[in-house]
């Protein structure tokens, strides 16, 4: 069973840096797509960034481009987001997630799996 654990949330002034962590167990994580979706308060799930089974290749939602990377440690079997400049709207849930198929998608239902999430809440 393939399991994701994110960790690394937390409160963060604007304009300040957090970087999240998604450890995967239970699957072969060098051949699957990983994404970072978030849940903003009263919103849908929305696509934040995604890396292919390669690495090469990275995804942005246009809010978060510039701001934020998405990066992969096949030998750790860790995906991270690297977060900057964080804005108070970045506020919201952020779920690791992963595909079966090596290739990034921008849908959430096209991914496999999918962490509980860990919570970034950003003051100004």
């Known amino acids: 069973q393939v399991q994701l654990v994110e960790s690394g949330g937390g409160g963060v002034q604007a304009g300040g840096s957090l970087r999240l962590s998604c450890a995967v167990s239970?699957?072969?994580?060098?051949?699957?797509?990983m994404g970072w979706f978030r849940q903003r308060p009263g919103k849908e799930r929305e696509f934040v960034a995604a890396?292919?089974?390669?690495?090469?290749?990275?995804d942005y939602a246009d809010p978060v481009k510039g701001r934020f990377a998405i990066s992969r440690d096949n030998a750790k079997n860790t995906v991270y987001l690297r977060m900057n400049s964080l804005k108070p709207e970045d506020t919201a849930i952020y779920y690791c997630t992963a595909r079966r198929q090596g290739w990034s998608a921008r849908r959430s239902l096209d991914y496999d799996y999918w962490g509980q999430g860990t919570q970034v809440t950003v003051s100004s």
């Open positions: 890396v292919p089974w390669s690495g090469v290749g990275t």
């Open positions: 239970g699957g072969p994580l060098s051949t699957y797509a």
